[in-house]
């Protein structure tokens, strides 16, 4: 089974500002990555797949790149809206696993 | 727009069967295109994947090893949804289920079901 690590665990934040968020798999998992918001009492969202492909509505401040086994989720400038957990899981094999998520809140 | 909408129990007794049903539109429980899929998370956040089906010449069955014995997932084309069944539950088995479509991602989900098994 792959294993999928955030970091980190939490991540405050401005609004406006840039947050980067890390995901690394425990083997190669090509470009099968994908990235989920949760907010809270919600289904998880897909917000990116492919590593770098926003899902259909997805604003453009979103944005994924990486490979292999280390990934990162960029959101250009945040939204008040952003303020979430994100998950990145690998499809590439299965089961198909996530990782334990970043929550991003307000600075 | 594809869209899965969950029924059933948020209370389950222990050693009962749990069972929940994710009704589908926008989409057919019959594509071949698609896999559907049941996912719980637990309440520290980390999610878990049970189980799918999905129909290619004929329907299959995939099952998360640590469910194998205790899971069923059926489809029913006649009301395009699909239901899970997870028997001899204990209380760690509670959680929040999803369904959720599979297009190698998991690009649609449905709303959430908090199960608890509790007496």
């Known amino acids: 089974e792959i294993v999928m690590t955030q970091s980190p665990a939490t991540l405050s934040v401005s609004p406006g500002e840039r947050a980067t968020l890390s995901c690394r798999a425990s083997q190669n998992v090509y470009s099968k990555l994908a990235w989920y918001q949760q907010k809270p009492g919600q289904a998880p969202r897909l917000l990116i797949y492919?590593?770098?492909t926003r899902a259909t509505g997805i604003p453009a401040r979103f944005s994924g790149s990486g490979s292999g086994t280390e990934f990162t989720l960029t959101i250009s400038s945040l939204q008040s809206e952003d303020f979430a957990v994100y998950y990145c899981?690998?499809?590439?094999?299965?089961?198909?696993?996530f990782g334990p998520g970043t929550k991003v809140d307000i600075k | 727009q594809v869209q899965l909408q969950q029924s059933g129990p948020g209370l389950v007794k222990p050693s009962q069967t749990l069972s929940l049903t994710c009704g589908i539109s926008?989409?057919?429980?019959?594509?071949?295109?698609?896999?559907w899929n049941w996912i719980r998370q637990s309440s520290s956040g980390g999610f878990e994947w049970l189980g799918r089906t999905y129909y290619r010449l004929n329907w299959s069955f995939d099952y998360a090893v640590s469910m194998r014995g205790r899971i069923s997932i059926t489809p029913d084309t006649s009301k395009n949804q699909f239901s899970l069944q997870l028997t001899s539950v204990t209380p760690a088995d509670t959680a929040v289920y999803y369904c959720?479509?599979?297009?190698?991602?998991?690009?649609?989900w449905g709303q959430g079901t908090l199960v608890a098994v509790s007496s």
């Open positions: 492919g590593t770098s």
């Open positions: 959720a479509r599979e297009k190698a991602f998991f690009d649609s």
């Open positions: 926008g989409d057919s429980v019959s594509s071949t295109s698609t896999a």
């Open positions: 899981q690998q499809y590439i094999n299965w089961p198909k696993t």
